[in-house]
């Protein structure tokens, strides 16, 4: 008996719809990138429950035939490529004609399409993968693409579907991608009838990203542009005031296409040399435009890296843009407010009465407590205590050295504390303790603060409301891309709030869900604790520099900031003595 069988057309189709359609964001990016393929000028999006309810695609493109339409839906059918001698010249998003099958196969569609000639338009209607109807009905030249129940009769794909947030959040990812890419083109984005993104055609890429950011952070970016020779780079950096705590934000095109590139990460790292706290980063947009005959595409097989015929020229070019650009941009850290530390809440040292706690886990990623000491045996953490360190005589801070570390005397030795880890490390451990109390310090401001926000942060923001109010944020939404945030834990007060809350809501978009909410609340205490800590490069009194060692001596792991860096460094007396011949 034969055992291999040849599948039925609508089970062939399932399984293309497995591989293209994954969630409601993979709807959307097909039916855009076709109304892109189209020549659409406006592109609409309208969807219900995070798109598994409804998804609609409005365009403004070409327009289908009614033979064209019918035909659309079956597998393999595009009008993009006619034989194999076509690949290699595809300039199209799609060309497989696979989209609209794999949709339709998992999902009610009814298209209807317009291409602007005397007959008026034509709907057709497809249920499951089986075509119900077909007739005439009036549409403009466009097409309007409307996809509903997504994955009706495929329960176990339904069963993965995120909540409607996450779908949202996706799908406002796909746009934006989509969006940047395309600056001349309008995009605009409904959910359950509210208007989540408007972008009206901007003159170039540049503009297009301060729609995308928002009036707000747009504020805070600086134009780049320069040319020379044949190259040429535009596009947008922060200003040094505004950083980041990762380099996610450093995103490089080259002649429209989004890629990495090493060299020109270093151009950019070197151009914010000594403008930016110690681990911080800009974020920039960079536009590079550059013969096709200087640059090779292929030396990767998803096409995110380029090769240059001259690279330095690259480098150099976008240094000396970047340069630019920053000239007269302020600099970070003489804009940091001072005297934070007053601010500094908390009981008067009592280093040796620590009280018991239960000990807390440390964020998800940290390495564990370990320093690159000048005394190889390192006490565990939490140990210091307990390996006999802390005996009666005080922590007692000696001298502050280029305003950014603390010599101070142990009991057994000398330690040299890193200001600004240690004091991330005790408003950390000290925030998360209060926060599982549910008793974290908090403040009203007295003018609440309102910020414009990306689409994006609305949804991380909705995602992670409950933890934020956790830790003492108090936050509503105040307009459909407006955050308003009324209160702060008493730590976060004197710091730039809005600048804080956008880093926040970006630990939250880092965030893995598969990692649980216990270490997203941790990455949230941890980005709030590094943004209030006391800065490097910055002149503390004695009683501050007290405080700080003593308190970072009562942290269960005294030794690391939260982001596993080391916070301090020992010299015990024995190693001194042997060191200096007394021994
Ligand atoms: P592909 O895009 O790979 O060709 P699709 O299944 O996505 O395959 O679309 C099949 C065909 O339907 C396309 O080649 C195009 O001719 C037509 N089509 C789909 N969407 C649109 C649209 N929005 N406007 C005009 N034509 C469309
Ligand atoms: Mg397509």
Redesign the pocket.
């Known amino acids: 008996m034969n055992r291999i069988r040849v599948l039925n057309e609508s089970v062939a189709n399932q399984i293309a719809a497995g591989e293209v359609i994954e969630r409601p964001a993979s709807v959307v990016k097909?039916?855009v990138?076709?109304?892109l393929?189209?020549g659409?000028s406006r592109i609409g999006v309208e969807i219900d429950g995070g798109g598994a309810e409804r998804v609609r695609?409005i365009?403004d493109?070409?327009?289908?035939s009614p033979e064209?339409?019918g035909?659309?839906?079956e597998r393999h059918?595009?009008?993009?490529?006619r034989e194999a001698a076509d690949l290699a010249a595809v300039r199209?998003?799609?060309?497989?004609?696979?989209?609209?099958?794999?949709?339709a196969s998992v999902s009610d569609v009814t298209?209807t399409?317009g291409?602007g000639s005397s007959g008026g338009g034509w709907r057709v209607t497809i249920r499951a993968g089986r075509r119900v109807a077909a007739g005439p009905a009036p549409h403009p030249r466009?097409?309007t693409?409307e996809v509903g129940h997504l994955f009706l009769n495929a329960p176990a794909r339904r069963k993965f579907l995120r909540s409607a947030s996450t779908e949202v959040a996706q799908i406002v990812d796909r746009l934006t991608r989509a969006a940047s890419a395309h600056p001349a083109i309008a995009f605009s984005l409904r959910s359950g009838g509210r208007e989540l993104l408007n972008w009206p055609p901007a003159p170039a890429a540049a503009d297009r990203l301060l729609q995308i950011m928002g009036a707000d952070l747009g504020r805070s970016m600086l134009r780049v542009e320069r040319r020379e020779g044949p190259l040429r780079v535009s596009g947008l950096a922060s200003v040094a005031t505004v950083h980041r705590p990762t380099a996610r934000d450093q995103h490089l095109y080259v002649n429209a296409r989004p890629v990495r590139d090493r060299g020109v990460l270093h151009a950019v790292r070197q151009a914010y040399a000594g403008l930016l706290p110690t681990g911080r980063h800009p974020a920039v947009h960079l536009f590079l435009e550059i013969p096709p005959a200087e640059v090779d595409v292929n030396v990767h097989p998803a096409k995110s890296e380029v090769r240059f015929l001259r690279p330095g020229a690259v480098h150099d070019l976008v240094r000396h843009a970047l340069n630019e650009a920053l000239v007269g941009s302020p600099v970070a850290g003489r804009t940091e407010p001072a005297g934070r530390m007053v601010h500094e809440p908390g009981p008067a040292p009592a280093w040796v009465a620590r009280p018991s706690r239960a000990r807390e886990r440390p964020p998800a990623g940290t390495p564990p407590g370990s320093t690159p000491d000048v005394e190889a045996r390192e006490p565990e953490a939490g140990g210091l205590e307990a390996a006999g360190l802390l005996h009666r005589v005080p922590f007692d801070a000696l001298a502050q050295y280029r305003e950014s570390y603390i010599l101070a005397s142990a009991p057994d030795g000398l330690v040299i504390v890193d200001q600004h880890a240690a004091h991330e490390r005790i408003l950390y451990d000290r925030l998360l303790r209060d926060s599982l109390a549910s008793r974290v310090e908090r403040q009203r401001l007295l003018f609440p603060v309102t910020l414009e926000v990306p689409a994006t942060h609305v949804r991380a923001f909705e995602i992670a409301s409950d933890t934020l109010a956790g830790l003492g944020f108090a936050i509503s939404l105040f307009g459909p891309t407006t955050l308003k945030v009324e209160e702060v834990p008493v730590l976060a007060i004197g710091s730039d709030v809005a600048r804080l809350v956008r880093e926040l809501l970006d630990e939250v978009l880092e965030w893995d869900r598969m990692d649980g909410w216990e270490a997203l609340r941790h990455r949230i205490a941890a980005s709030a604790a590094c943004h209030a800590a006391v800065r490097a490069n910055h002149a503390l009194a004695p009683e501050e520099m007290n405080r700080i060692v003593l308190d970072l001596m009562r942290c269960d792991r005294p030794t690391t900031c939260p982001h596993g860096r080391p916070s301090l460094l020992r010299m015990p007396l024995d190693r001194l003595e042997r060191e200096f011949g007394r021994r």
């Open positions: 097909e039916l990138e076709n109304a393929d189209a659409a695609v365009d493109g070409c327009g289908m064209d339409a035909l659309a839906f059918a595009t009008s993009k490529i199209t998003f799609g060309f497989r004609g696979e989209a609209l099958a794999s949709i298209l399409t291409d466009g097409t693409v």
